[in-house]
Nanobody, 123 residues
Framework: VQLVESGGGLVQAGGSLRLSCATSGRTFSTYAMGWFRQAPGKEREFVAAIRRSGITTYYADSVKDRFTISRDNAKSMVYLQMNSLQPEDTAVYYC?????????????????WGQGTQVTVSS
């Protein structure tokens, strides 16, 4: 599966952005999908994940209640709505995917990755 992120950019603190991830292939609905991020000088970290049905979701504590992950299986798209952005949310955001049995919570290590999109939040 190929993953292509879009929607990153520069936003002021308190603002919002929506990231999108387009996927290739006809089997999108079989994959668990998610978002990770990597800030300068830090390791890549889990942000959010969503199961095939779109009902079960997982979030990092740092983004819970501010970010919302969703998916549209008909369009083979996954989204990350980010509200109340803070400077510490500045990072490259990566879309990720893998088979559902690999997703067991916030410790997920998916096998498929996009190239990333930069999100910069100014104070």
């Amino acid at each position: 599966v190929q993953l292509v992120e879009s929607g990153g950019g520069l936003v002021q603190a308190g603002g919002s952005l929506r990231l999108s991830c387009a996927t290739s292939g006809r089997t999108f609905s079989t994959y668990a999908m998610g978002w990770f991020r990597q800030a300068p000088g830090k390791e890549r970290e889990f942000v959010a994940a969503i199961r095939r049905s779109g009902i079960t979701t997982y979030y990092a504590d740092s983004v819970k209640d501010r970010f919302t992950i969703s998916r549209d299986n008909a369009k083979s798209m996954v989204y990350l709505q980010m509200n109340s952005l803070q400077p510490e949310d500045t990072a490259v955001y990566y879309c990720a995917a893998d088979y559902p049995h690999t997703l067991r919570g916030r410790s997920w290590v998916p096998g498929y990755w996009g190239q990333g999109t930069q999100v910069t939040v100014s104070s």
